[in-house]
């Protein structure tokens, strides 16, 4: 669509012209119409503090859930591993019917052949000590890439290969970009090297020239979904038990994210209307970047964890994110023109939308570790972040996308399960029940608030209140551009006291970041230490509270500016240029896989003795 049959609608309007209005407003506000100005800026300000108080209180609620939920998990694998020390009487029926765990019993001195090849097949990490019922889904895993390392690829997959149930429940689809030099190439070196320890192992190849579609992850995600879906079902596979786990090239996602995603799959009352979201967390490469964008990401973070706990289930995913094929086929798949190149946001709003808000988020209190952006160099890390965030609020589309789906009214899929129609597995429009407005009104209020506000706040915060002290009471009498008899702050009490309550207000609005960052700075340790077994040197450290002298910088570098040039260039005709986020990896792949598994194995055994002596 282009930008002049696209601005006939006024919803395209209100992204461009918020922080255009934004900036205008600060120098001629106090000048032109300053008791409107004060009752604006008072305005915003309260909201803009009641909703980073109320984000402050639900961040705490997810992270209490997240460290609830390693903690569960670690109670599982202390029991597990203490009942396995246990000597066993030797009952051969039960001997096969229970699988050994290598990393307690593996005998150092490899007497055996035997030995060796248990110690392989099993995980290398102390996720392998959990046992439980095998999934009752078929978990696809969709791995959007475009020129990503090899070597980081296979360490993605390898993750997810040594989950236990891998090689019975999960499909891997390779979505890669036939743009990319000698892609199927790739793609079959990676299906070779992990040939047998998936269920499926499915390579696509997103040509380049499809009329109509944008270069992103959502076309890259969309196609590979499709025809990887398509492949499943030639295979046999039942279409009613594919649940599809969109990730990233470099997203570690552990095995208690899918026994968590099973979990709630199995009390949902409809599981084919859920649309299941992890946090994200960034603890791979986080001190080898600078602080600026450790800080941005570590506030990315934290803003995706307060989005999940949504009383109503009406919260984005944000990277990982996982739905049912059945669901995926109702709507028709991922879009992708150019207004869907926020392409996780987008799909939870089509998703939404084209249910008649059936469609909730169930949140998966497990953390997906991530990769900051990282290049060689400061200042080229600084711009590969930049980049990365102009990329990101080129998601502004989906405010339009929002209004007018919203205000609209759509023919959907009646109030009952997608399984009543086997046959095909999609619901037919059956009946013409629409969203209720309170939550057209939450789902508006939540994205007008995710792109609005870092295209605003930016400037009204660090400018607003300094600006309109200068032109209203300049430091000299020269220098004074409105008449102190038309000054409404030196005429009247009441803006007297309006101006002085504008003020208190702007000196808190910084504290709900300093609670946000004091929360978060719990949660990374406790996740390093629980979850990831990191020793507390290898987290983050007293000093590491010195990164946040980099926020105000960081916040208009990698928040403000590129949010407010995505808004504006909603105007122009010129579709944005979809720059993939650059990732340093150093390939170990030239190691002896079976030597550095077992080293790796050896490292974790010594971790957990430590986590049972506990």
Known sequence: MSAMSRLYSPSEWVAPLVPLLSLLVLPLGPLLFPKSYLFLLFTYFTVFLYTQVNHVCKFYMTSCKIRATIKKWNRRLRSKSMDLAQPQPQHPSASSNRQASPSLTRERNNNSAANDDNDTQVLDDAERLEFYEDPAYIHAFIIPNYCEPEGLLKETIERLASHRNAKTHYAIIMAMEQSESEWDIKGQRLASFFDDRFAHFIVTGHPSNIPGESRGKGSNVAYGARHGCAELLYRGVDRRRVILTVTDADAAIPELY?????????????????????????????????????????????????????????????????????????VDYWDTDADAVGEDMHMWLKCFFKTNGQVRTAPIYVPINLTNVQTEGYLSNVNARYVQAKRHYNGVADVAYTLKNAFTRHRGAPKCSLLDDASSGLALAASSSSVSWLDKATVCFLILEAHMIPATSGWLMFAAVPLMQFLLFPPFSGLALVDPAQNPILTSDFYAQLWNMVKIITVLLPFPLFGTLAVYEQLHRSIDRDFLLKSKNESRQWRHLLDYATLPVAAWLFMTLPSTLACVKRLSQVEQQYIVSEKLFKDTTEMDHDDDIGQHNELNQEKINVMVAA
């Open 258 to 330: 899918v026994r968590e995603l099973e979990d709630a799959l199995h009390h949902a009352e409809d599981p084919h209307y859920l649309l299941l979201a992890p946090p994200i967390f960034f603890s791979r490469n986080c001190y080898q970047v600078p602080a600026a964008v450790r800080v941005t990401d570590i506030t990315w973070s934290a803003m995706v964890m307060s989005n999940l706990s949504n009383s109503r289930g009406l919260s984005f995913p944000c990277s990982t994110y996982s739905l049912s094929m059945m669901l995926a086929e109702r």
